[in-house]
């Protein structure tokens, strides 16, 4: 093709764009290591290089392990559930029967709500007094302290963000389950399968590629939860239920924290990071068109 | 028989999965319309109220500023948007349609801010944020523009808006430039009208992502009166502090704008046409 444009013109349209990312991303990314290695403790506007004291100091913080510990069972509880449970949903909802859109838009309804509300509404629904408890106790159980017990807290807020997400992977999952060949199904069908089998047997290999995008995908947000907690829990009682962004968010602005902070920052970034480029490199290659 | 059995079935397990989904809204409507005479504790609980009060709407709506919320909300939403559009289809315009040295670095550099998370890079972003003086500290104009710039672009929207120009017939272009059109003109008076249908997609996942935005502002905001809606809304906790019936209203009538902005849109988030469109 002809060339039309001056040789300027692609770097004026990017500029804009560029001069965001660059403030907005890139400088603070590097930024987010320099920080890591200050101390901003004692005096926020003349931070002191320490070199590797924040990480020294962070890998000898139990604190600090206890909140990883909590990140990885979020991960470890969230991300099978909500790459199974979305994937049964939408294999019915695919079925020939009526009232899909609506079952559809109830079932999307908590991904479009602010996390706040949905937080608010469950911590309604755990309050000790409250209607779950009520639940437990006509079981002839003990009321269970869903949000002040050290043992339940953070199973309490993970199921939140199940909660919230099964209508968005279950999207996901409805256009995935288009490009199923019908004619594998019609074979199924002559051949008396049951609804198990077939699903077995056709759709999970067929959207195995999904399934494998759905878990990243689930992974890295689950690795960035906060709003849950910060509404729900505040990451007590006794850190249980305390992941590693909140903590991050209060090192820096509850303990103006800044470098320590950071270190755990650039801890989170090599984690997400390396799910990401599982994701981009091996799942996405086709949106990219890499 | 078999048949209708497993219809019967499937019909079961959605109803139920439905209620599920909406049950923690229904209970909070339920507590929102009980009045004092009605112990929200009581056992059995009772989802239909029997001391039925709009009282706790009007309560809540006197002492909090919902109105002031909302205009935040959609100040910052909306710039957020508007941002997003213009600065996602220029980029992305000579990202499919030009040659250029250093295409591959700009393209891997903006792949690139796809894995790095906000959480991660916050602390820096903060920084940047007082240094530039746009906090609300400064004034209310200072903080909407430092709430919506550090998501004034994607990397999602730079990648659907190439998309979308990729699609386009280059004869397109050549007969624009032949009749005479520059650079610009090609661009928004033929190629923009062309990928009005991304740009839609895009403003509308914006939109969301933006309007349920809560870390960030929380994190920069100082004032009451620059509190967006999921601010407000978890501020109610502490104004509040037991009164549940006031907390479930406020939370209920802080919904309202965004319920009825999905209902209308509702084929863009539920058709799997722009499937994976919201961030994660």
Same mark, same amino acid.
């Given at each position: 093709m002809f060339k039309y444009y001056g040789k300027y013109a692609p770097y004026l349209f990017l500029l804009p764009a560029g001069i965001v990312l660059l403030i907005f991303f890139f400088i603070p990314f590097f930024q987010t290591f320099v920080l890591s290695f200050q101390d901003y403790s004692y005096d926020i506007y003349h931070p002191a290089w320490i070199g590797l004291k924040n990480y020294v100091e962070l890998f000898h913080n139990p604190i600090f392990y206890k909140v990883l510990w909590n990140t990885f069972i979020y991960l470890f509880v969230a991300v099978p559930i909500l790459a199974i449970f979305p994937l049964f949903i939408a294999i019915l909802i695919n079925q020939k029967i009526r009232g899909v859109t609506l079952y559809k838009i109830l079932i999307y309804l908590p991904v479009i709500v602010s996390i706040v509300v949905a937080a608010i509404a469950f911590k309604w629904l755990y309050a000790d007094q409250g209607i779950l408890n009520y639940i437990v106790t006509s079981l002839g159980l003990e009321p269970i302290g869903w949000l002040t017990a050290p043992k339940w807290a953070l199973y309490s807020v993970i199921w939140v963000t199940i909660w919230k997400g099964i209508g968005y992977y279950m999207i996901i999952y409805l256009a995935a389950l288009m490009s199923v060949p019908k004619e594998l199904y019609e074979a199924c069908d002559i051949d008396g399968a049951s609804f198990f089998r077939k699903h077995l047997t056709v759709t999970i290999p067929h959207i195995m590629p999904t399934i494998a995008l759905v878990t990243t995908i689930s992974a890295i947000s689950a690795m960035k939860v906060f709003a849950e907690i910060y509404v729900m829990t505040k990451g007590g009682p006794l850190n249980s239920s305390k992941t590693i962004v909140y903590y991050i968010y209060e090192r820096a602005f509850e303990n103006l924290d800044l470098g320590y902070a950071s270190a755990m920052a650039v801890v989170l970034l090599i984690i997400v990071m390396a799910f990401s480029f599982i994701n981009i490199f091996c799942f996405e290659r086709n949106k990219y068109q890499l | 028989m078999k048949k209708f059995f497993e219809k019967f079935s499937i019909h079961f397990i959605l109803i139920a999965v439905s209620l599920l989904s909406i049950f923690p809204f229904i209970w909070l409507i339920s507590t929102s319309l009980k009045g004092p005479d009605e112990n929200i504790f009581a056992y059995p609980p009772t989802i239909i109220p029997s001391d039925f009060t709009w009282a706790n709407y009007s309560g809540v709506w006197d002492k909090v500023d919902f109105i002031g919320y909302f205009i935040n909300s959609m100040i910052v939403a909306g710039g957020t948007v508007f941002l997003n559009l213009i600065l996602s289809a220029m980029a992305g315009y000579p990202l499919a349609r030009m040659e250029f040295k250093g295409k591959k670095i700009a393209f891997f550099s903006i792949l690139a801010t796809i894995m790095i998370p906000f959480q991660a &890079?916050? =602390?820096?972003?903060? *920084? &940047?944020? *007082?240094? =530039?003086? =746009?906090?609300?500290?400064? $004034? $209310? =104009?200072? /903080?909407?523009? /430092? *709430?919506?710039m550090p998501f004034a672009v994607s990397a999602f929207g730079i990648f659907l808006m190439r998309q979308a120009f990729l699609g386009i017939p280059k004869e397109m272009e050549e007969a624009a430039v032949i009749d005479g059109c520059s650079v610009w003109q090609l661009f928004t008076k033929v190629l923009i009208p062309m990928v009005k249908p991304s740009l839609a997609v895009l403003a509308i996942f914006t939109f969301i992502g933006s309007w349920g935005e809560f870390l960030w502002p929380s994190i920069v905001l100082t004032k009451e009166a620059m509190y967006t809606l999921p601010v407000g809304v978890n501020n109610l906790q502490g104004m509040f502090s037991s009164n549940w019936r006031f907390i479930a209203a406020g939370s209920i009538l802080s919904t309202i704008p965004i319920l009825i902005f999905f209902l209308a849109m509702q084929r863009y988030f539920i058709s799997g046409e722009n499937e994976g469109a919201v961030k994660g």
């Amino acid at each position: 093709m002809f060339k039309y444009y001056g040789k300027y013109a692609p770097y004026l349209f990017l500029l804009p764009a560029g001069i965001v990312l660059l403030i907005f991303f890139f400088i603070p990314f590097f930024q987010t290591f320099v920080l890591s290695f200050q101390d901003y403790s004692y005096d926020i506007y003349h931070p002191a290089w320490i070199g590797l004291k924040n990480y020294v100091e962070l890998f000898h913080n139990p604190i600090f392990y206890k909140v990883l510990w909590n990140t990885f069972i979020y991960l470890f509880v969230a991300v099978p559930i909500l790459a199974i449970f979305p994937l049964f949903i939408a294999i019915l909802i695919n079925q020939k029967i009526r009232g899909v859109t609506l079952y559809k838009i109830l079932i999307y309804l908590p991904v479009i709500v602010s996390i706040v509300v949905a937080a608010i509404a469950f911590k309604w629904l755990y309050a000790d007094q409250g209607i779950l408890n009520y639940i437990v106790t006509s079981l002839g159980l003990e009321p269970i302290g869903w949000l002040t017990a050290p043992k339940w807290a953070l199973y309490s807020v993970i199921w939140v963000t199940i909660w919230k997400g099964i209508g968005y992977y279950m999207i996901i999952y409805l256009a995935a389950l288009m490009s199923v060949p019908k004619e594998l199904y019609e074979a199924c069908d002559i051949d008396g399968a049951s609804f198990f089998r077939k699903h077995l047997t056709v759709t999970i290999p067929h959207i195995m590629p999904t399934i494998a995008l759905v878990t990243t995908i689930s992974a890295i947000s689950a690795m960035k939860v906060f709003a849950e907690i910060y509404v729900m829990t505040k990451g007590g009682p006794l850190n249980s239920s305390k992941t590693i962004v909140y903590y991050i968010y209060e090192r820096a602005f509850e303990n103006l924290d800044l470098g320590y902070a950071s270190a755990m920052a650039v801890v989170l970034l090599i984690i997400v990071m390396a799910f990401s480029f599982i994701n981009i490199f091996c799942f996405e290659r086709n949106k990219y068109q890499l | 028989m078999k048949k209708f059995f497993e219809k019967f079935s499937i019909h079961f397990i959605l109803i139920a999965v439905s209620l599920l989904s909406i049950f923690p809204f229904i209970w909070l409507i339920s507590t929102s319309l009980k009045g004092p005479d009605e112990n929200i504790f009581a056992y059995p609980p009772t989802i239909i109220p029997s001391d039925f009060t709009w009282a706790n709407y009007s309560g809540v709506w006197d002492k909090v500023d919902f109105i002031g919320y909302f205009i935040n909300s959609m100040i910052v939403a909306g710039g957020t948007v508007f941002l997003n559009l213009i600065l996602s289809a220029m980029a992305g315009y000579p990202l499919a349609r030009m040659e250029f040295k250093g295409k591959k670095i700009a393209f891997f550099s903006i792949l690139a801010t796809i894995m790095i998370p906000f959480q991660a &890079i916050m =602390l820096p972003v903060y *920084l &940047i944020t *007082l240094k =530039l003086h =746009l906090v609300d500290s400064v $004034n $209310n =104009l200072a /903080g909407y523009i /430092g *709430l919506i710039m550090p998501f004034a672009v994607s990397a999602f929207g730079i990648f659907l808006m190439r998309q979308a120009f990729l699609g386009i017939p280059k004869e397109m272009e050549e007969a624009a430039v032949i009749d005479g059109c520059s650079v610009w003109q090609l661009f928004t008076k033929v190629l923009i009208p062309m990928v009005k249908p991304s740009l839609a997609v895009l403003a509308i996942f914006t939109f969301i992502g933006s309007w349920g935005e809560f870390l960030w502002p929380s994190i920069v905001l100082t004032k009451e009166a620059m509190y967006t809606l999921p601010v407000g809304v978890n501020n109610l906790q502490g104004m509040f502090s037991s009164n549940w019936r006031f907390i479930a209203a406020g939370s209920i009538l802080s919904t309202i704008p965004i319920l009825i902005f999905f209902l209308a849109m509702q084929r863009y988030f539920i058709s799997g046409e722009n499937e994976g469109a919201v961030k994660g």
